[in-house]
């Protein structure tokens, strides 16, 4: 629906091709690393300060992918698309783990949420989540060697993968699983320590990912009420991103309601998990891509896919929220615009 409605809107504009249009924002910085690395093209007239910001787990599938395919965007396009089949079949077993039948609905909660245009963009969502929830299957199922080294593998696309090595040990924890075996619950960190290691060597800077952050988007740690007074000013003002700011903040109300509910449902170390991610987000200098980070809580999808499997209503009215919302932002990625 959005696709087709882009070129319906747009059939009296020159738009550049299809494939071009979803070469925006981050995607356009993965494969600028994929193609250069992370000084960036050579030829460009300074050097983009925010590439270490991006993890190398996309970057080198699509350098990867690249090998097949020609093109750039659809290499990206590609990767998300059978890491997102993965990911989505590791989802329905997850919540079907849990209470059978769940999974069906758990999936298109996931994929009609506002933002869903991110999980088939040449983005990095749909590649963690692919390593992400699979680990957390293996866990739950007592593979822990499973779920370390397929954590490890989410750490490598995304610095999520902390936040969820952190779960894991909690997990581990809650389980009482026998003390010989904990020392898997190191493996997930070594791509951190890997990848701070090569941009020291690169740079001299240990952090040099996170002070990316700062430098690319102006991401600095402040109080928490700071971050929120800063997004409140831009949400109310006139401007391009008054609307996406006040998707922010939407955002924000999302999470905790989504932490309410796990707290409630005592589920300790995915309340550790999706915690983390929105601590680390409201303590920036203001909120950004937080509803797209959503994508990632897979508990909450978990959750909702529950409460569906009994209560089919629920889902019926969070698509008729949900689903027009996700097809707007599509349309409006396609066009260019800030999506989250």
Not at 41 to 51: N, V
Not at 129 to 136: D, G, S
Not at 148 to 168: K, N, P
Not at 261 to 269: F, I, M
């Amino acid at each position: 629906m959005a696709t087709v409605g882009v070129g319906v809107l747009d059939l009296a504009k020159n738009m550049p091709p299809f494939l071009e249009r979803w070469q925006h924002w981050d995607a356009q910085l993965l494969v600028q690393i994929a193609k250069f690395g992370y000084d960036g093209d050579p030829a460009a007239d300074h050097r983009d300060p925010g590439l270490p910001a991006f993890f190398p787990g996309m970057p080198i599938a699509l350098r990867l992918m690249h090998l097949i395919v020609p093109d750039w965007s659809l290499a990206g396009l590609l990767i998300s698309f059978v890491a997102g089949a993965v990911a989505m079949v590791a989802l329905a077993r997850l919540a079907d783990l849990e209470m059978p039948g769940a999974g069906r609905w758990a999936v298109p909660a996931l994929l009609l949420f506002p933002t869903a245009v991110f999980l088939f963009a040449g983005y990095s969502e749909a590649l963690f989540l692919a390593f992400a929830i699979p680990a957390w299957l293996r866990a739950r199922r007592g593979d822990w060697p499973g779920a370390a080294l397929l954590a490890a593998g989410a750490s490598c696309v995304r610095i999520t993968g902390l936040f969820l090595a952190c779960a894991l040990i909690v997990e581990y924890a809650a389980r009482r699983e026998p003390i010989r075996r904990a020392g898997w619950l190191l493996v997930p960190f070594l791509p951190l320590v890997a990848y701070s290691a090569f941009h020291y060597h690169r740079s001299g800077d240990w952090l040099a990912w996170q002070h990316a952050q700062e430098a690319g988007w102006g991401r600095r740690l402040v109080w928490p009420w700071e971050s929120f007074q800063t997004t409140w000013g831009m949400a109310v003002n006139d401007g391009q991103f008054v609307w996406p700011f006040r998707m922010e903040i939407a955002g924000v109300v999302v999470g905790l309601a989504a932490l309410l509910w796990l707290v409630l449902a005592r589920r300790w170390s995915e309340t550790v998990y999706v915690g983390l991610q929105l601590g680390a987000l409201m303590v920036s200098a203001f909120y950004l891509s937080i509803p797209r980070s959503a994508l990632l809580w897979f508990p909450l999808w978990v959750l909702l896919g529950r409460t569906a499997a009994r209560r089919p209503w629920v889902l019926v009215v969070y698509g008729l929220v949900a689903g027009p919302l996700m097809v707007v932002n599509t349309i409006a990625f396609l066009n260019g615009a800030w999506a989250g």
